[in-house]
């Protein structure tokens, strides 16, 4: 299970009669959770995993208004972000095997090239 978000600036530079440019920056963050269960006839041992992550950069959009109420538009975007993980695993029977810890960290670039049409409907 995780949780996205995204939260930013959008600035909008319209050019000709139904073209619009969109320009900003975005922060990015994921929030994920994950637990497995396995039950042996020696021992019951469950690990979970927390994994999350923070990061920032610009995106670039263009949208094509067809009336004033529709338009579709198309985004791409660059993100660096940090992310890191802990593990925890717990046997039942066996406490030696027991692990409480981080799993480290990670530094990414991450593009994301503009591979869905939106459609907007204004009210």
């Not at 066996?94 to 869905?116: A, M, Q, V």
Request: proline share 2%; glycine share 10%; charged share 15%.
């Amino acid at each position: 299970n995780s949780i996205d978000y995204r939260v930013g600036y959008e600035y909008r530079h319209a050019f000709g009669k139904r073209w619009t440019l969109l320009t900003g920056a975005d922060v990015v963050g994921r929030q994920g959770f994950g637990s497995v269960k396995s039950n042996t006839s020696f021992d019951i041992v469950t690990t979970g995993t927390n994994t999350n992550s923070i990061g920032l950069g610009p995106f670039l959009g263009i949208q094509i208004n067809l009336s004033n109420k529709i338009a579709l538009f198309t985004e791409t975007a660059f993100y660096y972000s940090y992310a890191w993980s802990h593990r925890k695993v717990n046997s039942k029977n066996f406490s030696e095997l027991n692990i409480d810890r981080s799993n480290g960290t990670e530094y990414k670039g991450e593009f994301i090239l503009p591979t869905s049409i939106y459609f907007v409907f204004s009210f």
